[in-house]
């Protein structure tokens, strides 16, 4: 069982930064593969950026490549995605998911694949 809880949303206008958290608990972090999504109002979740268990590995949408950075600090049991030049097509709820169960390929993106989510931190971009 793993608990995830996201932070750092928040209302920034075009070209504003954030930093996204997510914390974990319940088992070791370095077991399971990471990854952040988004949902806007009416369209299905879509995966942002994924990572691996080590961090060797990254993937990210090409809506967000260039601009969207995913860590993560498995001493502290966080990952963290660092958001930049934001538009207002960024905005939705933004989750991240835990993997514990998928070991094949560099990272995973599939949201099926995704065994806990967190409660989600809305994310709004205004002009």
Not at 49 to 60: E, P
Not at 74 to 82: C, E, F, G, P, V
């Amino acid at each position: 069982q793993v608990r995830l809880v996201e932070s750092g949303g928040g209302s920034v206008q075009s070209g504003g930064s954030l930093r996204l958290s997510c914390a974990a608990s319940g088992r070791a972090f370095i077991n399971y593969a990471m990854g952040w999504f988004r949902q806007a109002p009416g369209k299905e979740r879509e995966v942002v950026a994924a990572i691996s268990r080590s961090s060797s590995s990254t993937y990210y949408a090409d809506s967000v490549k260039g601009r969207f950075t995913i860590s993560r600090d498995n001493a502290k049991n966080t990952m963290y995605l660092q958001i930049n030049s934001l538009k207002p097509e960024d905005t939705a709820v933004y989750y991240c998911g835990a993997d514990l169960t998928t070991w094949s390929g560099p990272v995973t993106t599939n949201p099926s694949n995704y065994d806990y989510w967190g409660q989600g931190t809305q994310v709004t971009v205004s002009s």
